[in-house]
T-cell receptor, first 111, second 113 residues
Framework: SQQGEEDPQALSIQEGENATMNCSYK?????LQWYRQNSGRGLVHLIL?????REKHSGRLRVTLDTSKKSSSLLITASRAADTASYFC???????????FGAGTQVVVTP | NAGVTQTPKFQVLKTGQSMTLQCAQD?????MYWYRQDPGMGLRLIYY???????DKGEVPNGYNVSRLNKREFSLRLESAAPSQTSVYFC????????????FGSGTQLSVL
């Protein structure tokens, strides 16, 4: 079974709205990362949050981490059509650092 | 700066055929990875190479072999393709251990008939 699971599986919003997606995981983590994948392309790293951090920002992205609940959220503020993509969380749980990916949230932003 | 380059982009094989997927990175990264992506399942790690000269199995290594040819190149070989290996394959690299971010190639879409 997967370590990380995103919720919702799909999200449809209009430009200018905020998009929030969540990631839950099962075992203790070293860090948690979020990636974006545009259709037919490879994944692009968005942000990394370490287990001792609670919140990080990068441009219009805000990531929170609650290790007590084993969950993380990704907020995209003021969405644009270009934000249409799939978003994946990935966790690092072992000492070496292998990433385990969730199944992703598909986000569609309509103009 | 090309980053991570994968070839080919598309491939169709018949059951039992063999092929090698090529991957090269120009970022002087130590670690390289092969993932497969199937609908609704996210990415699963097939093999990884922590550094030049080393390779290790990931979650789903059966039916695959890898070669870390040098620091730049990491190839994935299917010796006898099966329909269950129909997937999109991604190569990735990182400076060192995957505790830091990964850089991905654009993928190879493989169909096994």
């Amino acid at each position: 079974s997967q370590q990380g699971e995103e919720d919702p599986q799909a999200l449809s919003i209009q430009e200018g709205e905020n998009a929030t997606m969540n990631c839950s995981y099962k075992t203790s983590i070293n860090n948690l990362q979020w990636y974006r994948q545009n259709s037919g392309r490879g994944l692009v790293h968005l942000i990394l949050i370490r287990s001792n951090e609670r919140e990080k920002h990068s441009g219009r992205l805000r990531v929170t981490l609650d290790t007590s609940k084993k969950s993380s959220s990704l907020l995209i503020t003021a969405s644009r059509a270009a934000d249409t993509a799939s978003y994946f969380c990935a966790t690092v749980t072992d000492s070496w650092g292998k990433l385990q990916f969730g199944a992703g949230t598909q986000v569609v932003v309509t103009p | 700066n090309a980053g991570v380059t994968q070839t080919p982009k598309f491939q169709v094989l018949k059951t039992g055929q063999s092929m090698t997927l090529q991957c090269a990175q120009d970022m002087n990264h130590n670690s390289m990875y092969w993932y497969r992506q199937d609908p609704g399942m996210g990415l699963r790690l097939i093999y990884y190479s922590a550094s030049e000269g080393t390779t290790d199995k990931g979650e789903v290594p059966n039916g695959y072999n890898v070669s870390r040819l040098n620091k730049r190149e990491f190839s994935l070989r299917l010796e006898s393709a099966a329909p269950s290996q129909t997937s999109v394959y991604f190569c990735a690299s990182s400076e060192s251990r995957a505790k830091e971010k990964l850089f991905f190639g654009s993928g190879t879409q493989l169909s096994v008939l």
